[in-house]
């Protein structure tokens, strides 16, 4: 397999292993019911942190991921932030925004892209698959990145969106009309994409002429060009009329002996006369409950970006359609990845939220179908609360809409003929306003990039339904930090350590609702993994972790050993009083894990 190199990837091709953990810290003043961390999530914070911090409770276990990455045209703004350590690296840190000049600006992105991915991978379920949208600026090489981490052989498929609704009259070559939505499993064999709804025209193709007992049907041909061997063979007509075989070139796709047994069971439908070239009648009770999801989505089926940006204006307030969020993506796009790749219990991630879309989509999903599907949305921009977070609570509880609906009259590209005729276009702009005034408020006229556009603008006042649910709202805390533990200055709490160290330990996610803790003892119970079952004693108290009773203890190894049956047990304690030869010899299969803390061993010996 061929592999893409760019400036960096050296110091990034590890970099998410050296990304410190900060724990998720709930802010229940912008949260929506009781803040809990396995539920859906709207998460501040810089997102390759933040999949770190997720790493603990949500690896393996993502069902569906949908990332609207930058696209890296140039016009974007978008900056790379990651503090790698190279001096070449700590350059671009000083060089953001990344513009349309930067000559290094895809080797920026694919830098940017590389250890989210690697996180991303980590997440996701090996059921799973990982979803995104890109253009022609960086789709292959995203795709080579994706070959990369998530293996060739998992590619599943690019699908096309077709985002516009009309050609863009500014287009200096062509209109560019599509997004790209690369389309990755984690693992391809156990991965199948969810049959789509049939539509009532696929249905309408059906329909009884013969009152035949099953149903509706259609006929199918009988022939084909596939070679077969026994596909050639004379039939006879109900009307007496001889076939000496099929068409030229063609094949019956039948042997003779199915075929009369076909014709017997009425599958054979001959022509009201009984004098046509047979067909193979198929039942509409017999086809799939679905259809099989084909690479080209229209927007009449899943939305355009001005159905996107419509959406957006019903439930958020702006002055004007140009300060809408500027590539928001529409919610029928994002009901069509669900339908295909989540069932009623999914959990879907979008760590690029933008306008939470994403978490629009699922409440949406769960309405309908009555699932609980949960999601996770990470925001790194200022408006990850005014916006993605405000969109979800409006679409929770409902929202009354007071605000501008906008109506394009007139969309014209200017040339100098149009200014040199100003005369005749104010005209055309007049005879707008006399026809189309009194529908609306007002009538706004502007030019932006050389194109006019005249709106008619009407305020409404709207209230729309809640969809129901609840979210926490999180930002980072603070890193684990190494140095600073060894000293005591920063402990972190038992649920934080225990999920870092279960997570390290296992290579598997933690179960919140599993962990049992003596705050007395300090003994507690992380969960069950495939070999062990793993302990942790530890209170974020300098005096404890000095003291005996932070130790493992062969009485302490008997009781954990009897609470847990069946399978080993993994200790996490600052210190133990019992050698591992004592503890085979007493026939118990605890191993112990020290935690980082050299200086309270110090100490207490």
């Not at 989509?361 to 309405?367: D, G, I, Y």
Request: aromatic letters at 10%; one cysteine or more.
């Amino acid at each position: 397999m061929s592999e893409l190199n760019f400036k960096g990837k050296e110091f990034v091709f590890n970099h998410h292993l050296a990304v410190p953990h900060r724990p998720l810290v709930p802010d229940p003043a912008k949260s929506i019911g009781a803040a809990r961390l396995d539920g859906n999530l709207v998460i501040h914070g810089d997102n390759l942190h933040a999949l770190k911090s997720l790493l603990p409770m949500y690896a393996g276990k993502v069902d569906c991921i949908f990332i609207d990455p930058p696209y890296n045209t140039g016009n974007e703004g978008w900056g790379y932030n990651d503090n790698v350590n190279s001096p070449m690296m700590q350059e671009w840190l000083r060089a953001n925004p990344i513009g349309i000049e930067d000559g290094l600006r895809h080797d920026k992105w694919c830098a940017m892209m590389w250890p989210r991915l690697r996180l991303l991978h980590e997440l996701l379920g090996d059921a799973g698959s990982i979803w995104i949208t890109l253009d022609d600026n960086e789709v292959h090489r995203a795709r080579s990145l994706l070959d990369s981490i998530f293996g060739e052989r998992n590619f599943v498929a690019t699908c096309i969106w077709h985002k516009n609704y009309s050609p863009k009259p500014s287009a200096q070559y062509f209109s560019e009309d599509h997004d790209y939505l690369l389309v990755y499993a984690k693992n391809k064999e156990v991965w199948r994409p969810k049959l789509l709804e049939r539509t009532e025209d696929m249905n309408a193709r059906y329909s009884n002429p013969d009152n035949d007992r099953r149903g509706d049907w259609k006929p199918g041909d009988l022939s084909a060009r596939n070679y077969y061997s026994e596909g050639l063979y004379p039939i006879t007509c109900p009307s007496g009329r001889v076939i000496d075989g099929p068409p030229g070139g063609n094949y019956w796709r039948v042997k003779e002996s199915k075929f009369k047994e076909m014709d017997l069971d009425g599958r054979i439908w001959w022509g009201d006369d009984g004098n046509n070239i047979p067909s193979i009648k198929r039942f509409l009770s017999e086809v799939k409950s679905g259809r099989v999801p084909q690479t080209l989505w229209e927007h009449a089926e899943v939305g355009h970006t001005q159905d996107a940006k419509k959406e957006l204006l019903s439930i958020l307030d702006f002055a004007s359609s140009d300060d809408v969020f500027v590539t928001p993506k529409p919610v029928g796009l994002l009901r069509r990845i669900l339908d295909l790749a989540t069932s009623e219990h999914s959990i879907v991630l979008d760590s690029f939220a933008g306008s939470g879309t994403t978490g629009h989509a699922v409440l949406a999903a769960n309405k309908e179908d009555k699932g609980d599907r949960r999601f996770i949305l990470v925001e790194c921009e200022s408006y990850a609360d005014a916006l993605t977070a405000e969109r979800i609570r409006r679409v929770m509880n409902g929202y009354s809409y007071e605000g501008n609906h906008r109506t394009e009259l007139l969309k014209k590209s200017l040339t100098f003929t149009d200014l040199k005729k100003a005369d005749k276009l104010l005209s055309d702009i007049a005879a707008i306003e006399n026809l189309e005034g009194h529908q609306y408020d007002k009538i706004e006229k502007k030019v932006q990039d050389g194109v006019l556009v005249v709106e008619g603008v009407k305020k409404i006042t709207e209230r729309k339904e809640g969809l129901g649910g609840e979210f926490t709202y999180c930002t980072l805390g603070d890193a684990v930090d190494l140095d600073r533990m060894l000293t005591g200055e920063a402990l972190p709490s038992f649920d934080q350590l225990g999920a870092l160290l279960f997570h390290m330990a296992t290579s598997e996610a933690i179960t919140p609702n599993v962990i049992a803790l003596d705050e007395a003892t300090g003994v507690g119970y992380l969960g069950e993994s495939a070999q062990y079952h793993v302990w942790l004693i530890y209170k974020p108290e300098l005096d404890f972790l000095k003291s005996r009773e932070a130790a493992l203890t062969m009485a302490k190894a008997q009781a954990l050993t009897a609470a847990k049956p069946g399978k080993k047990q993994l200790v996490f304690a600052p210190a133990k009083f019992v050698s591992q030869k004592l503890l085979g010899e007493a026939g118990l299969q605890v191993e112990f894990a020290p935690l980082p803390w050299a200086l309270y061993r110090a100490e207490r010996g």
